[in-house]
């Protein structure tokens, strides 16, 4: 079959509307200038406290939790959680949200959201990586915790990328001097292996006040 020029013209102008398409569809996916404002906002109401700083920050779990400071109120905490954010999203605000605030501590939950977005486990650990490169690059002297991706009755579908997940952050944390891993998966389970329902909102995703006592309680130890 003879395909004429016209015809020709008119599938490369289609291909180039339909590549444009799905770049920009990409682009929106993986566009961290989206959180843009609610990082100003969060800068601007989060001044930098004296004293050492135990940092909490990754996505809505954490920006949900208002009052991290009444579980540990021996130690000044400051919580720069954003929006649903992702891992390269803090990664691409870590200036704003953790360097600028030099803290002795920053307690990382991200990773929950990656996997609901369709990202593997593999390059969620690798976008970790960078994070925490970035981190020890800019503050040598600050203690990196990464709280483990929870489980929630909403997302129960990725149970096993879950599980992977926290396995290889377990394993990096491990191998990684300044590095310590805290898990907050199995302290949500009930005894048979299912997420425990009182914990979490109507939503099925987000944490009740008792969920967060079972957070606070795994992450004690880590704060004098």
Not at 42 to 61: A, E, H, N, R
Request: aromatic share 10%; with cysteine.
């Amino acid at each position: 079959m003879t395909i004429s020029r016209s015809h020709l013209r008119f599938l490369c102008v289609l291909c180039s509307l339909l590549m444009t398409g799905l770049i920009q569809t990409a682009f929106a996916q993986d566009n961290p200038v989206k959180f843009q404002e609610e990082v100003d906002q969060i800068v601007s109401d989060t001044p930098v406290p004296p004293g050492d700083i135990y940092l909490f920050t990754g996505s809505s779990s954490v920006r949900m939790w208002k009052d991290i400071g009444s579980y540990f109120p021996e130690v000044t905490v400051v919580n720069t959680g954003f929006g649903g954010s992702q891992t390269f999203e803090l990664l691409h605000y870590a200036q704003e949200l953790i360097i600028r605030y030099h803290p002795h501590k920053v307690f990382i939950y991200e990773g929950d959201n990656d996997l609901a977005s369709g990202k593997t486990p593999v390059a969620i650990l690798k976008t970790m990586q960078k994070l925490v490169g970035k981190l020890q690059a800019e503050l040598p002297e600050t203690e990196i915790v990464l709280i483990s991706p929870k489980p929630s009755p909403s997302r129960w579908q990725l149970k096993e990328e879950y599980e992977t997940l926290n396995r290889l952050l377990e394993v990096y944390a491990d191998k990684t001097g300044g590095v310590s891993y805290v898990n907050v998966w199995d302290v949500a389970l009930n005894s048979e292996g299912k997420p425990k329902p009182e914990l979490f909102l109507q939503d099925s995703l987000h944490m009740t006040k008792l969920g967060y006592d079972g957070w606070a309680e795994m992450l004690a130890p880590h704060i004098p």
